[in-house]
């Protein structure tokens, strides 16, 4: 079973995860991209309905569009392997999803205030009813489960942007799985800082760190309460049998 309710640990048990002061990776410590302060805005604002319909049609045609800082920022789409492992995650938390009446969603954004900016996760998991600001995001403490795979191209945003960012919102799980770490690795922060602001880089945003490395198994807090064993999500993606000539 790649999914299972949490027991005592016995002595056939998977390794134990362990937690983390930084989990930042190793050579994503130096502040070199980190924007400058000048022009933060202070007080909230509206998206401009261009903007957001400019938002929702790149969406809609499979592109990632997130606003960060007040500017919109492009990304392609998801690599195979990062479709294959979200796809393996929905699988594993299919049957509690379902239980519980929750939903999956691959295409909503998160609020990020005060400013208008927002993220867009590789998976959200959300409530019935969460608590939506417009037709396209929706708020960070109605959110139950945030998560990011980590690309090559999106790594140092992935560790040193989106934990302050989604702690800003309140989104109260963050899940990094980060198949590019040697050895592979899934980590989970909760317990978000409530006084975070948009510069805070050198903050830890979440008080509460575990990373469990390819192999451990890694429990998912109340209100989930379970545990995924990380292999399940990195086992190698079978690649398409090459034409016969």
Known sequence: MALTKPTKHGRHDHPVPHKRDDPVPDGLDSDEHEPPEAGKPEAPQELPDEVLHLCTQLNASGYRAE?????????????????????RLTKLLLPLITAKGWRFFCNWAVHIPPMLDHRLPDLLVLPMKAERLDRMRVHGHSVLLAVEVCSPGTYRVDWKEKP????????????????????RRVTLMSDPLADLKPFDYHRQAYRQIVTAEEGEVLELP????????????????????????
């Open 67 to 87: 606003i960060r800082l007040g500017q919109v920022v492009v990304s392609p789409w998801m690599s195979e392997e990062s479709n294959e492992i979200v796809y």
């Open 222 to 245: 109340e209100p989930f309460g379970i545990k995924i064993e990380t292999s399940a999500l990195f086992d190698q993606v079978v690649s398409p049998p090459e034409p016969a000539e």
């Open 164 to 183: 302050l960012d989604y702690a800003r919102a309140g989104v109260p799980l963050f899940l990094i799985v980060d198949p590019v770490a040697s050895p």
